[in-house]
């Protein structure tokens, strides 16, 4: 994509800005309006998610967790990965199904419809801050006070939201002609999360094995949150800029497979 492409991308979007805030609302507002614990929805999952594979593994995985000087090791690590892997699995599987979810709107309705996935991208990453918010809490309740290394936080999170919407654009637009992608993706996810060392450490994979586990791109993403949340250390630079070439690769990828399709887009649906 050429630079006069991307500034006229992000001239559209500074155009449209007040169309996707408020979509942004509205979208908020519908999945937690009538929902008697609101927003707390957002961060539940997730935490039950933690609270199950602590309850599970924490014996025997505290013992290989040195760097995290804290009783509660194991659900601090967990904690720091899970943060990452929500916001990455969240803006992928909303764009996997966005387009055939507003059919009805981009047939009836003139607005740039890439600004679709920008409001999926825009509404995961609030649901991301809450659990961000309760994760510090919950660090401050088990004694564990985060340190500078959190100034990091900002920047890998909106890398994580583009690289993962990167990813979505491209099987958001697959799956409106090729409905299998729907089915696939979930199961790749679930592949990706366990390939990842997200509920253990890579030193319980054997060291010629460990050069696998590197090929899963989540895998980069994951060590820079352990780093931060878990270890409070600053993540290698190197990590960023590997991260920061997949989430170019992946948007540019995905934008273009959206440019030469959204005509068949409309008509498909």
Known sequence: MSSGKVK???????????????????????????????????????????????????????????????????PIYLISGI????????????????????????????????????????????????????????????????GSSLLWLIPL??????????????????NVFLRDVGQIVPIVLQLMFWLTPVVYTINIIPESSQHWLELNPFFTIVGMYHDILAYRVDPPLTSFVKLLAMTGFANVVGFALYKVAQKEIVEEL
């Open 157 to 174: 999170e909106i890398l994580t939201a583009l690289f993962a919407l990167g990813i979505g654009i491209t099987v958001g637009v697959l």
């Open 83 to 146: 943060v990452g892997w929500t916001l990455f699995t969240e803006v992928i599987s909303r764009s996997l199904v966005v387009f055939i979810e507003n059919g009805h709107y981009l047939k009836k309705l003139a607005f740039p419809r890439s600004n679709l996935v920008f409001i999926i991208l825009g509404a995961s990453f609030i649901n991301s801050l809450i659990l961000v918010l309760a994760a510090m809490l919950i660090f401050l309740l088990l004694d564990f006070p985060l």
């Open 8 to 74: 006229a991308k992000i001239q559209q979007l500074v155009d449209n800005r007040f169309f996707i805030v408020t979509a942004i609302k509205m979208d908020f507002k519908a999945r937690f309006s009538r929902s008697a614990f609101g927003t707390l929805w957002a961060i539940l999952n997730p935490l039950v998610m933690v609270a199950i594979y602590a309850f599970v593994l924490s014996k025997i995985m505290h013992a290989k967790l040195p760097g995290i000087e804290n009783s509660y090791a194991y």
